[in-house]
């Protein structure tokens, strides 16, 4: 049968019918087992719980798999961003564009160095960076654009890796949704000056909290290495080892983003299984597509040709006009029918801070604007079944039957 046909015109759980699923999907779920649990153990007892010869090796692997040069892993994409805009000098004065349409972090690393932080609109389909958009907002005064790789679908690369160029900028990508996604059959690693990924828990690999900052440029790494521990030479890590010495010297104050051993452990082990993590999340979207083909009320995900997307998120968008709820609403009878859903994103500009202190306003941002109010995301992860999936899509199709205008 094809999936989502069947239990779409029963009673609304939230009016007293029965729930599509018993039991609660959540959006999302790491996926670990037997090898990360192994790896914990190991770490543990090895005696080296903290940064050490795993972290050093996860940040070596992760630019190998991404075809970058060099990889330091730390405790967070959030971390890796803001150690890149470091390493570059970027500050006071200085000004950095970036998209509305992303998570808090990355425009608030801009202000953590006392630069400037300018948002700008998306473009409509992938809503990544409009690149436009960013060549109208660049000023004398711009130092680097941060490209943000919506859902894993990769940045206009094509068009902003020339912008920076012909700017004279640098180009930090924050594929903290993105990791082994390709752009022209290029690897995300590879498209910018310094790319920043995530392994926070529900991303595509992970080590519960964690990042890696890669790039061709080895000295700017290395400054990075420093400003991530303290600001101390760059094997601070081993001075507690056999190769290590008492003294060390501070030469910048850093900060505290390095990943422990324990953490990378479990990040060393989940690449092992991304091939099968990429394919099951491919399989998963194709399963949403298909489920929602041809249901008009709802607009799925747009995917270039030129890319491998990593399919991190998938979003549907709803045509509010043929509803009679709104996405709020939406989501709570998705809710009742036990499937659990979020937003991604509150664009930053409608933050409280960025609104009212910065004074970002809605009117610069009109595609922001018109696509937040009817965007969410379904759940997606590697340990869904073809159930799970059939669930979800008969739970959407389900209350889009109930909530048609008629
Ligand atoms: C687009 C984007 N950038 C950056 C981050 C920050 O990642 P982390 O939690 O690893 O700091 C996130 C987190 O979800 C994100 O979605």
Redesign the pocket.
């Known amino acids: 049968m094809r999936p989502g046909t069947r239990d779409v015109f029963g009673r609304l759980a939230a009016d007293g019918g029965a729930p599509v699923r018993e039991k609660f999907l959540p959006v999302a779920l790491p996926t670990v087992g037997e090898a990360e649990k192994q790896a914990v153990i190991e770490t543990l007892e090895s005696g080296w719980m903290t940064t050490g010869p795993k972290a050093i090796e996860l940040g070596k692997r992760i630019a190998a798999h991404s075809g970058a040069a060099h990889g330091l892993a730390v405790n967070?994409?959030?971390?890796?961003?803001h150690l890149a805009l470091l390493a570059w000098g970027v500050g006071p004065g200085d000004e950095v564009i970036t998209s509305t349409w992303?998570?808090a972090?990355?425009a608030n690393v801009v202000l953590h160095t006392g630069a400037t932080v300018v948002l700008v609109d998306v473009d409509p389909k992938t809503l990544n960076l409009d690149p436009a958009r960013v060549e109208a907002a660049i000023t004398p005064r711009t130092k680097a654009i941060i490209a943000?790789?919506?859902g894993g679908h990769p940045a206009d690369y094509a068009a902003l890796r020339p912008l920076c160029d012909r700017h004279g900028l640098r180009l930090l990508a924050?594929a903290?949704?993105s990791f082994g996604a390709r752009f022209d059959d290029r690897p995300v690693g590879t498209l910018a000056d310094a790319t920043?990924f995530?392994?926070?828990a529900i991303?595509n690999i992970t080590t519960g909290?964690?990042?890696c900052l890669v790039t061709d440029d080895l000295p700017f790494l290395e400054r990075a290495q420093v400003l991530s521990l303290h600001g101390i030479s760059k094997d601070a890590w081993k001075r507690y080892s056999s190769a290590g010495s008492w003294y060390y010297e501070v030469t910048v104050p850093g900060f505290k983003y390095n990943l422990t051993d324990l953490a990378a452990a479990i990040g060393l082990a989940q690449l092992h299984r991304w091939v099968e993590f990429d394919a099951k999340r491919a399989e998963v979207a194709a399963r949403y597509d298909a489920g929602f083909a041809g249901v008009p009320e709802v607009a799925r995900p747009y995917a270039d040709p030129r890319v491998h997307h990593a399919r991190h998120l998938y979003t549907l968008r709803l045509d509010l006009p043929s509803l009679t709820v709104d996405r709020g609403r939406f989501l709570e009878l998705l809710k009742a029918e036990n499937i659990g859903t979020t937003v991604?994103?509150i664009p930053v500009h409608k933050h409280p801070y960025y609104r009212d202190t910065l004074g970002f306003r809605p009117a610069d941002f009109p595609v922001a604007e018109r696509v937040y109010p009817a965007i969410f995301t379904l759940p997606l992860y590697p340990r869904m079944s073809d159930a799970d999936v059939d669930d979800v899509v008969t739970a959407v199709r389900k209350v889009l039957h109930h909530t048609r205008v008629s």
């Not at 967070?76 to 961003?81: D, I, P, R």
């Open positions: 967070s994409a959030t971390g890796a961003l992303t998570f972090s990355t943000v790789d919506f924050d903290a949704h920043a995530s392994f926070y991303k909290e964690g990042g991604n994103f």
